[in-house]
């Protein structure tokens, strides 16, 4: 079965340092990784995905196949970037477009 | 014109009682989605209907009803609450493509 996981439940940063938020999946398939993201009061919403290999926000992945990581990276972290941040695999399932979550990691970004 | 709805934003039951939660979404997408988002924040799918039928059901206890009387719709209609359910539910939908967009949630409380 597919697995999804973020090993930070709270990463804690001040503005200007780099962030990396980290995750890692299990899946016997072709992996499609995501990043989702939810800010205060807000709803979930796409960041970025792997296959389109473009910067949103600052914020870049890359998939990793041999690691089977997919981590979130931004050079200079923005007090606008606290949120919680959630890595997602997608996996087709009969007609379905199902995606796996991972368990979020609340990124804080400190002045 | 928001794309993704969700009726109501925040419900307040008793143990045993029968509840509601709609959605709506004006996408023209074929596919929607609930999930369970946890205390923890844990976000886990519990059921995608496509084009009205059922198409994912994730070992969900059968007191919890999804309907989909057409596709712009689908309600999820639970019976006998228990405290264990108190969580945000959020409903999402897409259309040929991996991403997945979402409702703003509906956080459901049992007392």
């Known amino acids: 079965a597919q697995r999804v996981t973020q090993p930070e439940k709270l990463l804690s940063v001040f503005k200007g340092a780099p962030v990396e938020l980290k995750c890692n999946y299990s899946?016997?398939?072709?992996?499609?990784l995501f990043w989702y993201v939810q800010y205060s009061r807000q709803r979930l919403q796409l960041l970025l995905r792997?296959?389109s290999r473009e910067s949103i926000k600052g914020f870049t992945a890359d998939l990793n196949k041999g690691e089977t990581s997919f981590h979130l990276k931004k050079p200079f972290a923005q007090e606008e970037d606290s949120a919680m941040y959630y890595c997602?695999?997608?996996?087709?399932?009969?007609?379905?477009?199902?995606?796996?979550f991972g368990t979020g990691t609340q990124l804080k970004v400190e002045l | 014109d928001t794309a993704v709805s969700q009726t109501p934003k925040y419900l307040v039951t008793q143990m045993g009682n029968d509840k509601s939660i709609k959605c709506e979404q004006n996408?023209?997408?074929?596919?929607m989605y609930w999930y369970k988002q946890d205390s923890k924040k844990f976000l886990k799918i519990m059921f995608s209907?496509?084009?009205?039928?059922?198409?994912i059901n994730e070992t969900v206890p059968n007191r919890f009803s999804p309907k989909s009387p057409d596709k712009a719709h689908l309600n999820l209609h639970i019976n006998s609450l228990e405290l264990g359910d108190s969580a945000v539910y959020f409903c999402?939908?897409?259309?040929?493509?991996?991403?997945?967009?979402f409702g703003p949630g509906t956080r459901l409380t049992v007392t």
């Open positions: 899946y016997s398939g072709s992996p499609e």
């Open positions: 209907y496509n084009n009205k039928e059922l198409i």
């Open positions: 792997h296959i």
């Open positions: 999402a939908s897409s259309q040929d493509t991996p991403e997945q967009y």
């Open positions: 996408l023209g997408h074929d596919t």
């Open positions: 997602a695999l997608r996996v087709l399932t009969g007609g379905g477009n199902k995606l796996t």
